[in-house]
């Protein structure tokens, strides 16, 4: 990669729609906006269904993308839903402000409905095209049945449902079906579209010379098609309880760590098919972007598991991960060259460092870990010596920059007083300056610091469900456009 810079904005925070951004027409501006500042990454949050809190990180189905994202402007313009529909959401308009989860849920729904009764008037050149895509998603029936299943189930996980349910048995789901076509029809329709839709996206990025940097989890959530339809792959018991779950253990940031509750994986059963589901899951979210983070990079090395019991992540222990293997299984499927970022945060060591340099991944700096007084430490920007890295301000789990300084103690202001032009008017420039001229191939800055907000726009506070992943632009902000040239001219000073 030649020196670039990028921004984070995940697809929901995009403008001009009312409920969340879409793989349509808000989208394809975004783009343009890119490239005509000479942007050339766009990086974004996992693009599957969020939880129910809206967190794409806990998903019900890690293969599926997020029927938010759906266009109802090009569906009609494709044909496929008719025209004054577009609207059909709900009576209640959402807000340009904040994500509404429950109103995104019923737009969804409503065009589901709307998109299997017009089916029956599409060319057969589309269904034959539909029935082809279907084909080739081992991943869609699972997802679709576990979908719909969820929602007759008044939304209860899958170990509360029906035993016959909660059971996958391909054969016992035969005739639930076929009593269920209809449903399971809009399901395939919705991913169908969402897949036709952001191939339009990748070729125009392409076109644009746009890098699209995606995301994806470790771990599952265990209330997901992917646990319970292949309930042997991770830590659960005949009974659906969780025997060893995830986390972190205690640190100086938390006294009793980080208990995150998903199952660990049954690394043996992995190994034994030779990582197939693992191969097939990075192959997936591979054909939808051109870089790929990989979150938790640590737990490839070695992972916290906690007894499935405990309520706090204290009594937890490190168990080895076949990391080693995997990523060189992967990087063969990739034809030799891994196009991974490893979220090297938290808790690392030489043998995760190791494993990350071994396969020649880019690890993550974050300049508002930088500054401890410390000459040594990481982050300072005098010490990105290697090109292989790429650096934040901060994250979709940090404080903006301008929220981080407000909150860091006098001491610490003190420390980078010599560092920043405008001591007495801080502003997020400060921070996205420093990073663009590090020695980094690439720099990435959250939308939210071009536009010098302060932690009212925060996308994710982690140990909180209030307000988090919510956060949208304004399309009648006038600041947008003036910040991304701003942005666009200091890249090309720093020649990225």
Same mark, same amino acid.
């Given at each position: 990669m030649e020196r670039k810079s990028g921004i984070l904005l995940h697809p929901t925070s995009l403008p001009d729609t009312p409920f969340c951004g879409t793989f349509g027409e808000t989208a394809r501006l975004w783009l343009n906006d890119l490239a005509e500042n000479g942007i050339r990454v766009w990086q974004f949050l996992p693009l599957a269904p969020p939880d129910s809190l809206g967190s794409p990180y806990s998903s019900p189905s890690s293969f599926a993308f997020n029927p938010w994202f759906l266009d109802a402007n090009d569906l009609v313009?494709?044909?496929?839903? &008719?025209?004054?529909l577009e609207n059909l959401s709900s009576k209640t308009q959402g807000s340009e402000k904040r994500v509404d989860f429950q109103l995104a849920n019923t737009k969804v729904k409503n065009l589901s409905s709307s998109l299997v009764d017009y089916w029956g +008037?599409?060319? =057969?050149?589309?269904k034959e095209e539909f029935g082809k895509w279907c084909d080739k998603q081992f991943w869609l029936d699972d997802h679709s049945i576990f979908m719909e299943l969820k929602f007759q189930n008044e939304n209860l996980p899958w170990w509360e449902w029906p035993e016959k349910f909660a059971s996958y048995d391909k054969k016992r789901l035969e005739n639930w079906k076929k009593h269920n076509e209809k449903e399971l029809l809009g399901h395939n329709l919705i991913q169908w579209h969402l897949f036709r839709q952001w191939q339009s996206i990748r070729e125009l990025a392409k076109n644009l010379g746009i890098c699209l940097f995606g995301d994806v989890p470790f771990y599952v959530a265990k209330d997901s098609a992917d646990v319970w339809s292949n309930r042997s792959l991770f830590s659960i018991l005949t009974n659906s309880n969780t025997y060893l779950q995830s986390g972190v253990p205690p640190d100086y940031f938390s006294e009793t760590g980080q208990l995150w509750g998903n199952p660990v994986y049954r690394w043996s059963r992995h190994k034994a098919n030779k990582f197939k589901w693992w191969r097939r899951r990075i192959s997936r979210h591979l054909e939808q972007v051109d870089l790929l983070r990989l979150d938790h990079f640590r737990a490839l090395e070695a992972y916290w598991a906690i007894p499935g019991k405990h309520q706090t992540a204290e009594k937890g222990f490190w168990l080895p991960s076949p990391g +080693? &293997? %995997? %990523?060189?299984l992967v990087r063969k499927d990739c034809g030799g060259f891994l196009p991974l970022v490893a979220e090297d945060l938290g808790l690392i060591n030489s043998k995760v460092e190791k494993l990350r340099d071994d396969y &020649?991944?880019?690890?993550? +700096?974050?300049l508002q870990f930088a500054f401890d007084g410390n000459c040594d430490n990481p982050y300072l920007p005098e010490n990105i010596k290697d090109e292989n890295w790429i650096v934040y301000t901060g994250t979709h789990d940090n404080s903006t920059s301008l929220g981080w300084w407000r909150s860091i103690d006098q001491d610490k202001k003190e420390q980078i007083k010599n560092r920043i032009l405008d001591y007495e008017n801080f502003s997020s420039w400060e921070l996205i300056r420093m990073g663009m001229g590090t020695n980094a191939k690439l720099f990435v800055a959250p939308?939210?610091?071009?536009?010098?907000?302060?932690?009212?726009?925060? %996308?994710?506070?982690p140990g909180t469900i209030e307000n988090n992943w919510s956060w949208r632009l304004n399309s009648n902000d006038s600041n947008i456009k003036e910040a991304?040239? +701003?942005?666009?001219? %200091? =890249?090309?000073?720093?020649k990225r």
């Open positions: 313009r494709d044909g496929f839903l &008719e025209a004054g +008037k599409q060319s =057969a050149i589309a +080693k &293997e %995997l %990523l060189g &020649e991944l880019a690890g993550m +700096k974050i939308m939210q610091d071009l536009l010098n907000l302060d932690d009212g726009a925060r %996308l994710n506070k991304l040239e +701003k942005y666009g001219f %200091l =890249a090309e000073e720093y």
